[in-house]
């Protein structure tokens, strides 16, 4: 079994930064992607950007292209996300996902990550 922990949200002005970071626990070596996943309220879980841990290679969501980055640190387990230049739009609880899939263009899909964190609330404020 594979445990996630989400760390890092908070409460941040437009155009600010915050950092958010998963730590997983348990059998991480079966973890090949990891995958970061918002959902706003009345609205669907979206995804948002996934790393494949073996290469690094790295998806991002349209939306967030070029202001958001994710990184992996497989010595110590974790996968963060980097977001700058907050938007109100970007307020949402952010969920980390796992999968032992080694995902490529499918990494939107939220079933198929079969792990995920409890979630971490992210607000901007205009």
């Known amino acids: 079994q594979v445990q996630l922990v989400e760390s890092g949200g908070g409460l941040v002005q437009d155009g600010g930064s915050l950092r958010l970071s998963c730590a997983a626990s348990g059998r991480t070596f079966s973890l090949y992607t990891m995958g970061w996943f918002r959902q706003a309220p009345g609205k669907e879980r979206e995804p948002v950007a996934a790393i494949r841990r073996s290469d690094g290679t790295a998806y991002y969501a349209e939306s967030i292209k070029d202001r958001f980055t994710i990184t992996t640190d497989n010595a110590k387990n974790t996968v963060s996300l980097q977001m700058n230049s907050l938007k109100p739009e970007d307020t949402a609880i952010y969920y980390c996902?796992?999968?032992?899939?080694?995902?490529?263009?499918?990494?939107?899909?939220?079933?198929?990550?079969?792990?995920w964190g409890q979630g971490a609330q992210v607000t901007v404020s205009s």
């Open positions: 996902a796992g999968t032992t899939a080694y995902l490529n263009t499918n990494w939107r899909f939220p079933g198929r990550y079969g792990y």
